[in-house]
């Protein structure tokens, strides 16, 4: 979001924008829930911004505005979300400080184990003269105080090291607070917020190192019907079944996401059109191949099947432009009876 949403909320436009937001979540019937006012307030102010565009896409579909929608939408769009990133960065610095001063440490005790054997070696060349008690005496004195350092420094480096140890924990924790920030909670495949990073990374890559790159959209068919006839949480199990398909397909370096709602994300790096359209295939016929069933009653639920739509990366393209065509080639198998895969090559060849 811009800087400039975040200071008229701070102000008397604050008012307007949430007079806004009422009205519009009022004519697409959606709950005015906390969640979901941040959402349209946002979506109101900025009407030309990601967010929006990308709620007007999810209204003109016809999809449910669900709490989990709403939950996602906020991971990937509002400024909180940044938050988990920040404290990641900020348990790196904080490690890499906590190295520099063991190091320092580690140096000071060298530095002091080497000035008393310096020390130890004087107090005895001396000893052998006379007229040298008083000098002896005075570096036996200091002799003792290195020792005594060197026991703090111990002390200190224990210390240390405990402190080290629970900066290695926190930072686990925060390490899986941010997985758990990426990861969606139904299906455990990435979520939005991921795969939008996670595309921007593999067409930098891709550019950089002169690779192919392939993307496909795979939408579950039918689903609005399927969800409206057996309810909400019979529907997650079928979402929940589709992502187990998908994720077993999509193991590293492949990249799976919940992209929303009944939507998935697949990205194909250094692989090209060919390979990526064998491996929808397959997924596409494993899914039809089940007869699935009601948890709760055992009752059949018949088969799901999937449409794809699958694109190859032009050269330099932006991820913008590469979803879309994804897109484009989702909803021509859509048109073209569904339960299949189009690619967005062959489709701009026959226009």
Not at 33 to 46: I, Q, R
Not at 79 to 105: C, F, H, M
Not at 215 to 238: E, M, S
Not at 239 to 261: C, E, K, T
Request: proline content about 3%.
């Amino acid at each position: 979001m811009t800087a400039g949403i975040e200071v008229k909320l701070r102000g008397p436009d604050a008012y307007i924008l949430a007079r806004k937001a009422l009205s519009a979540m009022e004519q697409h019937q959606i709950w005015p829930t906390p969640v979901n006012f941040e959402l349209w307030t946002h979506c109101v102010g900025d009407p030309d911004g990601e967010l929006a565009r990308e709620i007007t896409r999810i209204i003109s579909t016809g999809e449910a505005f669900t709490d989990n929608l709403s939950d996602e939408l906020a991971a990937v769009y509002l400024p909180k979300a940044r938050l988990n990133e920040q404290i990641r960065d900020a348990g790196d610095a904080l490690t890499k400080e906590l190295a520099n001063v063991s190091q320092a440490i580690e140096t000071a005790q060298k530095s002091s184990v080497a000035y008393g054997q310096t020390l130890a070696t004087a107090s005895k060349s001396l000893s052998e003269r006379e007229d040298a008690t008083e000098v002896k005496s005075m570096i036996d004195t200091l002799a003792v105080a290195t020792k005594r350092v060197q026991k703090e420094n111990k002390s200190l480096e224990k210390r240390l090291s405990d402190s080290t140890a629970e900066v290695a924990r926190l930072r686990e924790h925060l390490e899986q607070v941010r997985r758990d920030a990426t990861t969606d909670g139904l299906t455990n495949l990435a979520n939005r917020k991921a795969f939008d990073e996670e595309l921007e990374r593999a067409c930098a890559e891709a550019d950089a190192k002169g690779e192919s790159l392939a993307l496909a959209v795979i939408d579950i068919d039918h689903f609005k019907n399927f969800n409206d006839t057996w309810g909400h949480q019979t529907g997650d199990q079928v979402i929940r079944y589709v992502a187990s398909v998908i994720g077993g397909r999509g193991a590293p370096p492949r990249f799976a996401a919940r992209y929303g709602g009944e939507e998935f994300a697949l990205i194909f790096p250094r692989e090209g059109g060919e390979i990526a359209l064998a491996t929808l295939e397959d997924i596409r016929e494993e899914v039809s191949s089940r007869m699935l069933k009601r948890r709760s009653t055992d009752e059949d639920l018949g088969t799901i099947t999937v449409s794809a739509g699958l694109a190859e990366r032009l050269p330099g393209e932006s991820a913008h432009s590469f979803i879309e065509r994804a897109d484009g080639a989702l909803y021509a198998s859509k048109r073209g009876g569904r339960n299949r895969v189009s690619r967005a090559e062959m489709i701009a060849a026959a226009a």
